[in-house]
């Protein structure tokens, strides 16, 4: 649900979509938006996990502990680091620091966005919560994605907690 509501807020930004939330699920749901299917994506990297040069991580695992992401990249990097250079990293990447950072937050691209017209309104670092699909999706909505990744992560060992 969340990557679905993040996805339409980032069409309506940099795109111009004009259709509701309920229409867009639907787009998502059936695989019609840019890089779909979504569940191809996410399994075509969950089955190589494994791999020396691949590091998966979550953005749910990110905003649980951010410090034990910091730690899985930088070992996945081959760097040591103290706690106090895990501390800074983890102040660096906080979803606020990110906000206000020009080469994150893609100001230049949203600004032309606004200009040509396709939204006047918006920002492209929106919320960095965790579950915020819970409480803009309709209920139809919610049931269907929750028994879409029920069906799609049973058995898999993945999971979006």
């Known amino acids: 649900k969340d990557t679905c509501l993040s996805f339409y807020h980032h069409t309506q930004l940099l795109m111009g979509y004009t259709g509701t939330l309920d229409e867009f699920c639907s787009v ?3 695989g019609s938006t840019p890089f779909s299917p979504f569940w191809g994506n996410i399994f075509g990297y969950w089955k190589r996990r494994q791999d020396r040069n691949l590091l998966f991580l979550t953005f749910e695992e990110m905003k649980r502990d951010l410090a034990s992401s910091v730690r899985r990249t930088a070992k996945f990097l081959g760097k040591d680091l ?21 080469a994150v937050n893609q100001e230049e691209y949203v600004n032309i966005s606004k200009q040509i017209g396709c939204s006047q309104r ?3 670092m929106r919320s960095g919560k965790v579950g915020e699909g819970k409480e803009k ?14 069906e799609n992560l049973r058995g898999t060992g993945l999971s979006f907690d």
Do not use: I
């Open 122 to 124: 918006g920002e492209f």
């Open 82 to 102: 103290t706690d106090e250079q895990v501390a800074v990293l983890c102040d660096h990447l906080s979803f606020e620091k990110m906000r206000s950072n020009p």
């Open 28 to 30: 998502f749901y059936n």
């Open 137 to 150: 999706f309709s209920p139809d909505w919610a049931k269907r994605f929750d028994q879409w990744s029920e």
